[in-house]
């Protein structure tokens, strides 16, 4: 396969997955896809997710919007689940990992409260989305990585550039 590698950003709400991906992409020339966001200009949405209070997005159709840039490589996608992406579009897979308190924090400072404040730190507790990635990805792409501090995150992108110029991934 030829094309540019495409890197998987994924976490639960608030880890840090669009922080750390648009500055990524700003530091690479990389692509920069949120997800979230591509759903909602286009109205790709299916549903209403009661338990996380957010709606479900349409997964064919953002499939099908993304297909001819993941095809030519070359992107990093933001989303808080990658297990219904075809599984060939991605060469690394980071799940960004955050202390319980700090998450709480920043859900709270965003003014997630209530259910969707408790489901969104259990979902991380559980490590559900890690869980959700090993079992989507193949073991050696899929790395977990603890993005609580700023530090944390220089760290982070420093690990995904070498991983990017030695293509290990
Ligand atoms: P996500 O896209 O995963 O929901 P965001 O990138 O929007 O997360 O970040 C959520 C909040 O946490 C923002 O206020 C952001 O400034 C802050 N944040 C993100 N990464 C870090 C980090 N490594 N250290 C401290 N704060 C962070
Ligand atoms: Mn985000």
Redesign the pocket.
């Given at each position: 396969m030829n094309r540019k590698p495409n890197i998987m950003i994924t976490?639960?709400?608030?880890?840090?997955?669009?922080?750390?991906g648009r500055e990524l992409a700003d530091r690479t020339g990389l692509k920069y896809i949120n997800v979230g966001e591509l759903a909602k200009e286009n109205n790709f949405f299916d549903g209403f997710d009661q338990d996380l209070v957010c709606p479900v997005i349409d997964e064919d159709r953002v499939i099908d919007e993304m297909e001819e840039d993941m095809n030519d490589g070359g992107v990093v996608v933001?989303y808080?689940g990658c297990d219904f992406f075809p599984k060939r579009w991605f060469d690394l897979v980071i799940v960004?990992r955050t202390d319980n308190t700090?998450l709480y924090e920043?859900l709270e400072?965003?003014g997630y409260k209530g259910k969707k404040l408790r489901e969104n730190i259990e979902c991380e507790i559980f490590g559900t989305l890690l869980e959700e990635a090993q079992e989507a990805y193949d073991r050696q792409i899929v790395q977990e990585v603890k993005?609580?501090?700023?530090d944390?995150?220089e760290d982070n992108l420093t690990k995904i550039q070498n991983w990017l110029e030695q293509r290990i991934c």
């Amino acid at each position: 396969m030829n094309r540019k590698p495409n890197i998987m950003i994924t976490g639960t709400p608030g880890t840090g997955k669009s922080t750390l991906g648009r500055e990524l992409a700003d530091r690479t020339g990389l692509k920069y896809i949120n997800v979230g966001e591509l759903a909602k200009e286009n109205n790709f949405f299916d549903g209403f997710d009661q338990d996380l209070v957010c709606p479900v997005i349409d997964e064919d159709r953002v499939i099908d919007e993304m297909e001819e840039d993941m095809n030519d490589g070359g992107v990093v996608v933001d989303y808080h689940g990658c297990d219904f992406f075809p599984k060939r579009w991605f060469d690394l897979v980071i799940v960004l990992r955050t202390d319980n308190t700090k998450l709480y924090e920043r859900l709270e400072k965003r003014g997630y409260k209530g259910k969707k404040l408790r489901e969104n730190i259990e979902c991380e507790i559980f490590g559900t989305l890690l869980e959700e990635a090993q079992e989507a990805y193949d073991r050696q792409i899929v790395q977990e990585v603890k993005n609580d501090t700023p530090d944390d995150m220089e760290d982070n992108l420093t690990k995904i550039q070498n991983w990017l110029e030695q293509r290990i991934c």
